[in-house]
């Protein structure tokens, strides 16, 4: 009974620190706006970005992460527009946090090719939880086969309720590189289900690139080529992250590894925060992307957890304005890896 109780008290400790933390993305370039809202608009004219994430499958109810977003190019006032809907999953008690967002951002031209991109986000958050999906101790009866409801006051204290959110953001980028920095839930929502003050700790993230070219052999610029190492670092209360990997683009395919923890840094329990590698296979077009990862888990979790799963599709909206825009363009679009 006592090992019994300190499993459960080791669950509730690592989901509620999942849930002081946002959902991560191993494509994250496949979800701009969701890293730096001075993404917004830096694609030639519109984008649809689709992502959806399923978390340790191998567990009962895993956790799973869907996000959509879309952002526009306008041109004539050196500005982006955006929005995004993320959904977050978690658990068996029913845990769904959603999310809508409207993003701007403001571009200006540097010398040498430069652009300078400050970015904002303001949104609004749902969260709620189905205490019905819960089995609390007072509901079991041992000479019954009915559960009834149960009496425990903190359980019936859980409410949904909603919250407003906001972030910032800056991104530098030239045809072949960017470098950018953000900040997210800079007011620190209080979020806790209980009528408890339990603030989400503010994300402050890091990351950039550079995107090579290859013309050298069978790698001939009838078939575009190149590599981009890239890394992004993160930062969200105690909890903070590095991502480092490359990707290779052979027209039409792409594909990419990389490694996600914090080698240097041991966590409380004095284990080096490793976390898992992720593999990346996917699919160019001229108009549209289509990506698959997959993460396996080299934390002390182990396989047993199942890694991670993740699908993207990135479209890319060629409209008439688009290629009249092409030959006299003012602000280069931001490199893709």
Known sequence: MRKLYLILLFLIRVCGELLAQ??????????????????????DMH?????????????????????FSYDYNM?????????????????TGGYVRTGAS????????????????????????????????????????????????????????????????????LLVYNKLAWFGASAYHINEPNQSLLERDDRLPAKYTAHGGVRIKLYNGLLTKARVSSIAPSFIYKKQGNFQQLDMGLHFHYNPIMAGIWYRGVPLVKNEYEYNRQDAMAFLFGIRMPQFDVGYSYDFTISSLGPVSGGAHEVTIVYNFITHESRKVKRKEKFIPCPTF
């Open 22 to 43: 946002d959902p991560q993305f191993s494509q994250f370039y496949a979800a701009p706006l969701y890293l730096n809202p001075g993404f917004t608009g830096t694609a």
């Open 75 to 91: 041109r004539k006032l050196n500005s982006g527009f955006g929005l995004m809907v993320l959904q977050d999953r978690a658990g």
């Open 47 to 67: 984008r649809a970005n689709v992502v959806y994430r399923n978390q340790w499958p191998a567990l009962p109810k895993a956790y799973t992460t869907t996000a």
């Open 102 to 169: 409207g993003f701007y951002s403001y571009k200006v031209q540097l010398k040498k090719g430069w652009v300078i991109s400050p970015g904002l986000q303001f949104g609004y958050v749902n969260t709620g939880l189905d205490w019905s999906k819960l089995t609390m101790g007072d509901q079991i009866g041992f000479n019954d086969q009915t559960i009834p409801t149960t009496n425990d006051q903190d359980v019936m204290k859980v409410r949904g309720f909603g919250y407003m959110d906001f972030g910032t953001g």
